[in-house]
């Protein structure tokens, strides 16, 4: 069965950057995107792009470019979202998601979630 | 004005019906979308519920009880969750999605009470 198994939560400083990982199984990883969605505390879901699992190359949703950085390690079906010059307002629960395909009109819905990682940013 | 708007709250009893609605802005139109539905429980992430375009295009999310469905409201511009036979299990966050300018475009959810 389809799983997105995410990496444990991160407590970090401002001014640090954080790495989240995204561990596919039960399908092939370079037939459909992996997108990732923010959400902060008590708020509603964020999409903050895509990127192409066959090619690799990034799509960022607008306002989230610059500080966020999309990459693959396709030789163990993982996604990862980095980040850097982390704020306060970067505390939220980032959750990786699949969609039905490579991102396209009718193929980029969230299908498959992972469970989440929570990045707290406190001094 | 936000590209999708839904009520913040509704409270409805258990076995009864709710309609919730995800109204998209005036300058765009509610027909040429796929609305796509999502539940969250606390704690949880979101679960993909169904899609809806029209009768002929819909989509119902695997293991997804009959009792949740969609429509829309074209007068309203609105794409609407129906749920019947409300039950407990049900209070939870509700969020439409579409898909706009090359774009995943999220609703800001509704809290569904069942009380």
Known sequence: QVQLVQSESELKKPGASVKVSCKASGYTFSNYAVTWVRQAPGQGLEWMGWINTNTGNPTYAQGFTGQFVFSLDTSVSTAYLQFSSLKAEDTAVYYCARGKGLCSEYNCYPEYWGQGTLVTVSS | ?115
């Open chain 2, 1 to 115: 004005q936000a590209v999708l708007t839904q009520p913040s709250s509704l409270s409805a009893s258990p076995g009864a019906s709710a309609s919730l609605t995800c109204t998209l802005r005036s300058d765009i139109n509610v027909d040429t979308y796929r609305i796509y539905w999502y539940q969250q429980k606390p704690g949880s992430p979101p679960q993909y519920l169904l899609r809806y375009k029209s009768d002929s295009d819909k989509q119902q999310g695997s293991g997804v009880p009959s009792r949740f469905s969609g429509s829309k409201d074209a007068s309203a511009n609105a794409g609407i969750l129906f749920i019947s036979g409300l039950q407990s299990e049900d209070e939870a966050d509700y969020y439409c999605m579409i898909w706009h300018n090359s774009a995943v475009v999220f609703g800001g959810g509704t809290k569904l009470t069942v009380l």
